[in-house]
């Protein structure tokens, strides 16, 4: 079956600019998950859905950055005002209800800001 | 002290070489575990699950050790394609999965 699907996997933006990016879930999987990993670096948590609602927001860096979910299926990413410091791989993972901690990942959007 | 720790490697080991990593976490309250694997410039994949028993996968082996907070991956027969960076990840109820910053693999010939 299909995988998670992530759009665009590259994406080069001025700085100032803001960004969407956007995850497409496994199909029934309830919990979704984004992360950003830095060149080099460890994966770091932003944010986590179940179902429409999130109840995890702490991994924000801060407020120029907001996720939303509809129909328990699609997400987007929006990084407003975007900083060179935002230039990373931005990865989407989600999982099914039975086996939350079993986390699925998308092949990632990579930011550049310029 | 950071969340999960990992010794960064790299580990360099010859074909059919068994090579163990390790990974201790701060928080007594983490309830799962796992190891995922991470090629480079690809996203991670769940590799296995740890089980409080230990668990065997094939040429892998997990286990934990609960008192001590400390998690291991031991590889047997080390194969090329087995070059990859080994993340550790837990997990506490109700939060996303913590990540190590992994661990890196190089088998070579």
């Known amino acids: 079956g299909a995988g998670v699907s992530q759009s665009p996997s590259n994406k080069v933006t001025e700085k100032g600019k803001d960004v969407e990016l956007r995850c497409d879930p496994i199909?029934?999987?309830?919990?979704l998950y984004w992360y950003r990993q830095r060149l080099g670096q460890g994966l770091e948590f932003l944010i986590y859905?179940?179902?429409?609602?999130?109840?995890?927001k702490s991994g924000l860096p801060s407020d120029r950055f907001s996720a939303e979910r509809t129909g328990e299926s699609v997400s987007t990413l929006t990084i407003q005002r975007t900083q060179q410091e935002d230039s990373a791989v931005y990865l989407c993972?989600?999982?099914?209800?039975?086996?939350?901690?079993?986390?699925?990942f998308g092949p990632g959007t990579r930011l550049t800001v310029t | 002290r950071k969340e999960v720790e990992q010794d960064p490697g790299p580990f360099n080991v010859p074909e059919g070489a068994t090579v163990a990593f390790n990974c201790t976490y701060s928080?007594?309250?983490?309830?799962?575990f796992f190891w995922y694997r991470q090629d480079c410039r690809k996203e991670p994949k769940l590799l296995m699950s740890?089980?409080?028993s230990g668990n065997e996968d094939g040429r892998f082996t997990a286990q934990l050790n609960r008192a001590s907070q400390y998690i291991s991956l031991l590889i047997r027969d080390s194969k090329l394609s087995d070059s990859a960076t080994y993340l550790c990840?837990?997990?506490?109820?109700?939060?996303?999965?913590?990540f190590g910053k992994g661990t890196t693999l190089s088998v070579s010939s």
């Open positions: 928080n007594s309250a983490s309830q799962s």
């Open positions: 740890v089980y409080s």
């Open positions: 993972a989600s999982s099914s209800r039975a086996v939350l901690y079993e986390q699925y």
């Open positions: 199909s029934g999987h309830t919990a």
């Open positions: 990840v837990v997990n506490q109820a109700g939060t996303a999965l913590i």
């Open positions: 859905f179940q179902g429409n609602s999130a109840p995890d």
